[in-house]
């Protein structure tokens, strides 16, 4: 079962920086599409940028002046530079994971377990 551990949430002061990280492990596993997605106080969750191991990657337009998304491949581990952060960017972080297991073409897709981040002064 693959499971995703992040880190790097916390409190911010306006402008400041994050850089959030996710890292899949648990088994032997097609990786199709590392993403981060975000769940703003009273809002639906709503993604944020995702990236392939090849490197393209996407992000929203409240994110794509301010955010970069990076992979390591080798780590199995992708991560979420935030800068600029002001307070309408305070959610709950989520990273998710698509993947396919070796003889089974149906993809799936795994979620990290969220990690806060509050932008305030």
């Known amino acids: 079962q693959v499971q995703l551990e992040e880190s790097g949430g916390g409190l911010v002061q306006p402008g400041g920086s994050l850089n959030l990280s996710c890292a899949a492990s648990?088994?032997?596993?097609?990786?199709?599409?590392m993403e981060w997605h975000r769940q703003i106080p009273g809002k639906k969750r709503e993604s944020v940028a995702f990236?392939?191991?090849?490197?393209?990657?996407n992000l929203q337009p409240s994110a794509k002046y301010r955010f970069i998304i990076s992979v390591d491949n080798a780590k199995n581990a992708w991560y979420l530079q935030m800068n600029a952060l002001t307070p309408d960017d305070t959610a709950i972080y989520y990273c998710?994971?698509?993947?396919?297991?070796?003889?089974?073409?149906?993809?799936?897709?795994?979620w990290g377990q969220g990690i806060q981040v509050t932008v305030s002064s």
């Open positions: 648990g088994g032997i596993f097609s990786i199709n599409l």
């Open positions: 998710a994971l698509d993947y396919n297991i070796p003889g089974d073409n149906q993809p799936k897709r795994a």
């Open positions: 990236i392939t191991r090849g490197g393209t990657r």
